[in-house]
Nanobody, 125 residues
């Protein structure tokens, strides 16, 4: 059973930085897409960034391009999300997710089979 455990959330002022981590267990396949999603109160869960393990290809939602960076350390079984220049509208619960797939998409949460429990990020003005 694949397990995902996020950490690293917290509170920060606008313009600050945070790094989120997601520890993942061994996958039954090398074709894996992992991503970060977020959900603000009263809003739908939205994709933030994805990374395809086979190719290393990354993709980002327009709202975070140039500010967030997704990466992974296969040896440490950890996925990261470096968040810079944070804005109050980035406030949300952030989730890491995984899909046993060669391709990736951040546009659909339904694409992902496995989810972490979430970690809160709060950005104050």
């Amino acid at each position: 059973q694949v397990q995902l455990v996020e950490s690293g959330g917290g509170s920060v002022q606008a313009g600050g930085s945070l790094i989120l981590s997601c520890a993942f267990s061994r996958f039954p396949s090398s074709s894996v897409c992992m991503g970060w999603f977020r959900q603000a109160p009263g809003k739908e869960r939205e994709g933030v960034a994805t990374i395809a393990f086979r190719t290393g290809t990354t993709d980002y939602a327009d709202s975070v391009k140039g500010r967030f960076t997704i990466s992974r350390d296969n040896a440490e079984h950890t996925l990261y999300l470096q968040m810079n220049s944070l804005k109050p509208e980035d406030t949300a619960v952030y989730y890491c997710a995984a899909a046993l797939s060669y391709s990736c998409t951040w546009s659909s949460a339904a694409f992902f089979n496995y989810w972490g429990q979430g970690t809160q990020v709060t950005v104050s003005a």
